[in-house]
């Protein structure tokens, strides 16, 4: 109790008043040694601001009476997460504008950061860690970042991961500030890169997808216009992604054009 009293007074004042997000790059052979890691949830991104939880672009997020009770009165970073291979109920209960209790006892806010102007990311990691484990809230748990000795290791931890159906790893580097953007401060680490873009177009389907979807005409952000034609459920291709949602899909590096290679759909973007 002492504990959590002193860092409520230490970071009263110290609430970071958010003007973005950090976003991750993919991370490609930088030094292992530089980075705290952790791994990569496939939950729904989630601020807390000290009163509220709202998606990565300041949407509220609507919680049972009580879910948030506690928590601490500092910016947190997280996803919001239920384990590995339920994103989809993650996302029908977060996005509800009707909390569903019975889902949400499923869902933990799991923190990676408490973003702040003038401290590293190693200095903020400590942070949450010690605010949250001075909790007695069982809606919040900090994620533990790690040290890795080298690439070799890190590649052995990302099996693992992925082994046990999880999404990958996230690297923060140790000495970088809170920047909103991607920058090297943040990287992911799957065994497939993924991206996002807008979807412009439908283009029906032959044969046993006669009448339904074929494949998804859509925009990258540099403008560039790809299909992507795997990955649907059949009610995906039934009922399609609207033209102008943005879409996640996987990917196997670029053609010489920068065109993604063997794209296939994840899901549409909710937040």
């Known amino acids: 109790m002492k504990l959590w009293l002193g860092l409520c007074l230490l970071f009263a004042t110290q609430v970071f008043s958010q003007t973005g ?14 980075y705290l890691v952790s791994e990569k949830l496939d939950g729904i991104r989630a ?13 509220p997020i609507v919680t049972p009476e009580g879910y948030t009770q506690g ?34 006892q499923q ?28 909790l007695d809230s069982p809606t919040i748990r900090p994620i533990s970042q790690h040290q890795v000795s080298d690439a070799a290791a890190l590649y052995q931890w990302l099996d693992k991961v992925v082994a046990k159906g999880g999404e990958g790893l996230m690297l923060h580097r140790k000495d970088a500030l809170h920047r909103s953007g991607r920058s ?7 065994p497939y890169m993924d991206a996002e873009a807008r979807v412009i177009g439908h283009i ?35 009922q399609p992604p609207a033209i102008g949602d943005h879409v996640t899909y996987r990917y ?12 296939s759909f994840i899901r549409v973007r909710q937040d």
């Not at 977060?94 to 569903?100: A, F, G, K, R, Y």
């Not at 869902?107 to 001075?134: C, G, K």
């Not at 090297?184 to 799957?190: E, F, S, T």
């Open 184 to 190: 090297d401060a943040l990287l992911k680490l799957k």
């Open 21 to 34: 997000v950090q976003l991750a790059k993919v991370y490609d052979a930088e030094p292992v040694d530089q």
């Open 71 to 104: 928590w601490p009165k500092l910016w947190l970073d997280g996803e919001l997460w239920a384990g590995e291979g339920k994103f989809h109920l993650v996302q029908q209960t977060v996005l509800d504008n009707t909390p569903n209790t019975a889902d949400w």
């Open 107 to 134: 869902i933990t806010y799991m923190v990676f950061d408490a973003p702040s102007a003038e401290d590293t990311f190693e200095q903020r990691a400590e942070r949450y860690l010690a605010v949250i484990l001075s």
């Open 252 to 263: 196997q590096g670029l053609t010489q054009n920068g065109i993604p290679r063997f794209a």
């Open 204 to 238: 029906p389907g032959k044969g046993k997808y006669e009448g339904k979807l074929g494949s998804l005409l859509v925009e990258m952000p540099d403008g560039k216009q790809f299909r992507i034609g795997t990955g649907f459920t059949d009610v995906e291709r039934a």
């Open 47 to 59: 601020i807390w601001d000290g009163e509220r939880l709202v998606t990565r672009n300041g949407h």
